[in-house]
Nanobody, 117 residues
Framework: QVQLVESGGGLVQPGGSLRLSCVVS????????MAWYRQTPGKQRELVAG???????HYADSVTGRFAISIDNAENSVHLQMNSLKPEDTAVYYC???????????WGPGTQVTVSS
């Protein structure tokens, strides 16, 4: 069972930045893709950013130009650099992995991001 542990969240003012990290058990290079999701109370988890083959990235329209996803193979981790944060970015952020063509069905504890003045 792959384990995921997210960290780096916190309270930040609008316009600020945070860098989230997700450490994966085992070798992250095993996975064909990694992604970050977020969820707010009462809403479905939504895809924020993904990275395929360690290189090809895609982002939700709401974060394009502000967020950047990257992989650190040496640390078996995936990061999400979040800049120009807005109150609507407030959520619990989770990472997930894809093995071959199948996305993982277990989730880590997530990390809370709160954007507020």
């Amino acid at each position: 069972q792959v384990q995921l542990v997210e960290s780096g969240g916190g309270l930040v003012q609008p316009g600020g930045s945070l860098r989230l990290s997700c450490v994966v058990s085992g070798s992250i290079s095993t996975f064909s893709a990694m992604a970050w999701y977020r969820q707010t109370p009462g809403k479905q988890r939504e895809l924020v950013a993904g990275i395929i083959g360690g290189r090809v990235t895609h982002y939700a329209d709401s974060v394009t130009g502000r967020f950047a996803i990257s992989i650190d193979n040496a640390e078996n981790s995936v990061h999400l650099q979040m800049n120009s944060l807005k109150p609507e970015d407030t959520a619990v952020y989770y990472c997930n992995y894809r093995y071959g063509s199948v996305w993982g069905n277990s989730w880590g504890p997530g990390t809370q991001v709160t954007v507020s003045s």
